[in-house]
T-cell receptor
Framework: GQQLNQSPQSMFIQEGEDVSMNCTSS?????WLWYKQDPGEGPVLLIA?????ELTSNGRLTAQFGITRKDSFLNISASIPSDVGIYFC?????????????FGQGTRLTINP | GAGVSQSPRYKVAKRGQDVALRCDPI?????LFWYQQALGQGPEFLTY????????KSGLPSDRFFAERPEGSVSTLKIQRTQQEDSAVYLC???????????FGDGTRLSIL
């Protein structure tokens, strides 16, 4: 099925470091979302972006909706142990019949002690 | 509870058996979605309901997969004559209305022996 290109696939960092991940698509989306998934749990919404060029923060997290509407990035500043997990980007079209989310393959974040 | 509830959390079935997975969306949420998540991958869209109407079933992999939401609240995903490739986590999500962020349940992990 269709998926977004998300990179990197995995990251190994030290506590306190900043993190950056991004997502690209060949298709235009009207909404970009970022989710975090812990083992055995469902994805939890972190940030939603609705407008091209929009830059939104949620605590230590910052995400941007690319101008072309084909990409987005997520930054995490001053990482802490609870940031460990898998981060997914997702794109959505604003169409009554096409409400589905298209997901990236995830970025697995590991924090070295 | 306040979130999306899915049951059972784990299901083991023998190849060829039929299974039924249940989703209780957040109260009042109009839109309901089913996704399939293979190990190490992002979720992939299966089907979408707006109230009781199934508006998009383009992601259902075969006619063995069937979903319903008869009263516009609880939904059931049924898989007939299960096969090993059906093994995955099945996630349900709901949103208040069109174009609103989707909130996920913790999924049902289905294993076909």
């Amino acid at each position: 099925g269709q998926q977004l290109n998300q990179s990197p696939q995995s990251m190994f960092i030290q506590e306190g470091e900043d993190v950056s991940m991004n997502c690209t698509s060949s298709s235009i989306f009207n909404t970009w979302l970022w989710y975090k998934q812990d083992p055995g749990e469902g994805p939890v919404l972190l940030i939603a972006l609705y407008k091209a060029g929009e830059l939104t923060s949620n605590g230590r997290l910052t995400a941007q909706f690319g101008i072309t509407r084909k990409d987005s990035f997520l930054n995490i500043s001053a990482s802490i142990p609870s940031d460990v997990g898998i981060y997914f980007c997702a794109g959505q079209l604003k169409d009554q019949g096409a409400q589905k989310l298209v997901f990236g393959q995830g970025t697995r974040l590991t924090i070295n002690p | 509870g306040a979130g999306v509830s899915q049951s059972p959390r784990y299901k083991v079935a023998k190849r060829g058996q039929d299974v039924a997975l249940r989703c209780d969306p957040i109260s009042g949420h109009v839109s309901l979605f089913w996704y399939q998540q293979a190990l190490g991958q992002g979720p992939e869209f299966l089907t979408y309901f707006q109230n009781e109407a199934q508006l998009d079933k383009s992601g259902l992999p075969s006619d063995r997969f069937f979903a319903e939401r008869p009263e516009g609240s609880v939904s059931t995903l049924k898989i007939q004559r299960t096969q090993q490739e059906d093994s995955a986590v099945y996630l349900c999500a709901s949103s208040p209305f069109l174009n609103q962020p989707q909130h996920f349940g913790d999924g049902t992990r289905l294993s076909i022996l």
